[in-house]
């Protein structure tokens, strides 16, 4: 197992996979009165900052200043960007009711179907035809072609790629990607601020302290470095876990934070689920194209282009961007089983806004890697592994070139060491694609959308449940209330 924040050298702690918090629904916070237990949040704005040949480029929460920024990169695309901004926020409002609960029983039947064709149909009441269209072509459609139909500026499309496909199976000309637009604006919630709160202080292991403490209050026994073996089952009815270690833990009720995968075909017995369902599980697409790279430096990274008025946490984010051409080309290369010459990699300095960190004047790095292949075509990735830490090294050097000569430490994590350690099938950070096929009622399956299993007295609460991926807190939420109204 691995820490939520790794020490990378003495007195250095970086937060080792999930890295920034902009998706953390305001609702869960309040809830667990995580606040009050140590949690704390800072500004993340801009939210994501690309930096690109000779210049940085901001996307930020002030109008007047994001207006001022496009004045200088898409004079041409000003208003059209503000249409689709809002256009987007509409069409998202829509969604949002569903985040926080589970997605509509298409298989209900009787009252209950009754109740859940009302549910939805509250939902959408306001819904007009545009909307509709609107709907089925963000849902449908992709993002590259809808960045070139509605914007002449590479720069502003290259800002928005930066934000709308992190972890994503497939390249920006690939259908269903224009989603992303719409699954990154679902975080904020009931707090529209709360998608430009991303920073927490302590690193992202301060998330899950706070909720250790909410459950230490609440009696709840937490157990760690104790990883399960199989989950017990008697007459299709879940029983309890068996630890690796052999330790049998009784339970009348088990819940699988765990990917559908590895909680289906790897933790139960075969015999204890139907053969097709078994196939449908294996079939769920999982292959993550994604890796991290963590830094510890002597001193800040320089950025070429970033303007000197910018401060330290306004300093703390850049994404080095491929165009959507070489973003596609290289989704084809990872498909292919190579890495690609031009990686997308986001890179966030979380020292700059959370000393805690990094002392002695020391920075802390994390940088998120794609679009890489879960098995390399050449080699493995045991071969591989500090190769690609080079290449990402080199590649931060051409837009801040003092970073190569500033790293004291340095962590590889490819995708099959995502997998390894931190015990995700294929190393897909979101427990399964983002995609609209795998997504809503379809998520992980039909049928097993609203977090029961075949399995009686299973549940699934992890990122493979609706709403999907990302730090969130929603399908630990939607499961629990699940839970609850079925017991």
Same mark, same amino acid.
């Given at each position: 197992?691995?820490?939520?924040?790794?020490?990378?050298?003495?007195?250095?702690?970086?937060?080792?996979?999930?890295?920034?918090?902009?998706?953390?629904?305001?609702?869960?916070?309040?809830?667990?009165?995580?606040?009050?237990? =140590?949690?704390?949040?800072?500004?993340?704005?801009?939210?994501?900052?690309?930096?690109?040949?000779?210049?940085?480029?901001?996307?930020?929460?002030?109008? &007047?200043?994001?207006?001022?920024?496009?004045?200088?990169?898409?004079?041409?695309?000003?208003?059209?960007? #503000?249409?689709?901004?809002?256009?987007?926020?509409?069409?998202?409002?829509? !969604?949002?009711?569903?985040?926080?609960?589970? *997605? *509509?029983?298409?298989?209900?039947? =009787?009252?209950?179907?009754?109740?859940? !064709?009302?549910?939805?149909?509250?939902?959408?009441?306001?819904?007009?035809?545009?909307?509709?269209?609107?709907?089925?072509?963000?849902?449908?459609?992709?993002?590259?072609?809808?960045?070139?139909?509605?914007?002449?500026?590479?720069?502003?499309?290259?800002?928005?790629?930066?934000?709308?496909?992190?972890?994503?199976?497939?390249?920006? /000309?690939?259908?269903?990607?224009?989603?992303?637009?719409?699954?990154?604006?679902?975080?904020?919630?009931?707090?529209?601020?709360?998608?430009?709160?991303?920073?927490?202080?302590? =690193?992202?292991?301060?998330?899950?302290?706070?909720?250790?403490?909410?459950?230490?209050?609440?009696?709840?026994?937490?157990?760690?470095?104790?990883?399960?073996?199989?989950?017990?089952?008697?007459? =299709?009815?879940?029983?309890?876990?068996?630890?690796?270690?052999?330790?049998?833990?009784?339970?009348?009720?088990?819940?699988?934070?765990?990917?559908?995968?590895?909680?289906?075909?790897? !933790?139960?017995?075969?015999?204890?689920?139907?053969?097709?369902?078994?196939?449908?599980?294996?079939?769920?697409?999982?292959?993550?194209?994604?890796?991290?790279?963590?830094?510890?430096?002597?001193?800040?990274?320089?950025?070429?282009?970033?303007?000197?008025?910018?401060?330290? &946490?306004?300093?703390?984010?850049?994404?080095?961007?491929?165009?959507?051409?070489?973003?596609?080309?290289? /989704?084809?290369?990872?498909?292919?089983?190579?890495?690609?010459?031009?990686?997308?990699?986001?890179?966030?300095? &979380?020292?700059?806004?959370?000393?805690?960190?990094?002392?002695?004047?020391?920075?802390?790095?994390?940088?998120?890697?794609?679009? %890489?292949? /879960?098995?390399?075509?050449?080699?493995?990735?045991?071969?591989?592994?500090?190769?690609?830490?080079?290449?990402?090294?080199?590649?931060?050097?051409?837009?801040?070139?003092?970073?190569?000569?500033?790293?004291?430490?340095?962590?590889?994590?490819?995708?099959?060491?995502?997998?390894?350690? #931190?015990?995700?099938?294929?190393?897909?950070?979101?427990?399964?694609?983002?995609?609209?096929?795998?997504?809503?009622?379809?998520?992980? %399956?039909?049928?097993?959308?609203?977090?029961?299993?075949?399995?009686?007295?299973?549940?699934?609460?992890?990122?493979?449940?609706?709403?999907?991926?990302?730090?969130?807190?929603?399908?630990?939420?939607?499961?629990?209330? &699940?839970?609850?109204?079925?017991?």
């Amino acid at each position: 197992t691995e820490e939520v924040d790794a020490e990378l050298a003495p007195g250095c702690r970086v937060s080792t996979a999930s890295y920034i918090a902009t998706m953390l629904r305001p609702a869960i916070i309040r809830d667990l009165k995580l606040a009050s237990y =140590g949690l704390k949040m800072v500004e993340c704005d801009p939210v994501v900052q690309a930096a690109l040949e000779n210049d940085v480029v901001g996307w930020w929460s002030d109008e &007047a200043r994001m207006r001022a920024e496009l004045a200088r990169v898409a004079p041409d695309d000003i208003e059209t960007f #503000f249409e689709t901004e809002n256009e987007l926020k509409r069409l998202a409002a829509y !969604l949002q009711p569903f985040f926080l609960e589970a *997605p *509509p029983d298409i298989h209900a039947t =009787g009252l209950s179907r009754l109740s859940e !064709l009302w549910r939805t149909y509250r939902r959408f009441r306001g819904v007009t035809g545009d909307d509709i269209s609107g709907l089925t072509r963000f849902l449908t459609g992709s993002l590259g072609e809808f960045l070139d139909r509605r914007f002449e500026s590479d720069k502003l499309k290259r800002l928005i790629l930066s934000n709308s496909l992190y972890g994503k199976h497939g390249g920006p /000309y690939h259908p269903g990607t224009a989603m992303g637009l719409l699954f990154h604006l679902l975080s904020g919630g009931d707090a529209d601020q709360q998608a430009w709160q991303g920073h927490v202080i302590g =690193g992202m292991g301060a998330i899950t302290q706070a909720m250790r403490t909410a459950c230490d209050e609440l009696g709840v026994e937490i157990r760690t470095d104790a990883p399960v073996d199989v989950i017990n089952v008697t007459s =299709g009815r879940a029983q309890g876990v068996t630890l690796e270690s052999g330790e049998v833990i009784d339970a009348g009720l088990v819940v699988s934070n765990a990917d559908p995968k590895r909680t289906f075909l790897t !933790l139960l017995d075969k015999s204890e689920l139907p053969a097709d369902f078994r196939a449908d599980v294996a079939n769920i697409r999982m292959d993550g194209p994604a890796g991290k790279v963590n830094f510890v430096l002597s001193e800040e990274p320089q950025v070429n282009g970033m303007p000197a008025g910018r401060t330290r &946490a306004q300093r703390s984010l850049f994404t080095l961007i491929p165009t959507l051409a070489e973003a596609e080309a290289n /989704y084809n290369a990872s498909q292919q089983g190579h890495v690609p010459d031009r990686l997308w990699v986001d890179c966030v300095l &979380a020292s700059n806004v959370d000393d805690t960190l990094a002392p002695n004047g020391r920075h802390m790095l994390t940088c998120f890697v794609q679009y %890489l292949p /879960y098995s390399p075509a050449q080699g493995s990735w045991d071969d591989r592994r500090e190769l690609l830490g080079d290449q990402v090294t080199e590649l931060i050097g051409q837009f801040a070139p003092n970073v190569p000569g500033s790293v004291i430490a340095r962590r590889v994590y490819t995708p099959l060491d995502l997998e390894q350690t #931190f015990g995700i099938t294929e190393g897909n950070i979101f427990h399964g694609d983002i995609s609209l096929e795998q997504m809503f009622f379809m998520r992980p %399956l039909p049928r097993w959308s609203r977090y029961a299993t075949p399995i009686q007295n299973l549940y699934l609460c992890g990122a493979g449940t609706h709403p999907g991926g990302g730090v969130t807190g929603a399908p630990g939420h939607n499961a629990a209330h &699940a839970i609850l109204q079925n017991n």
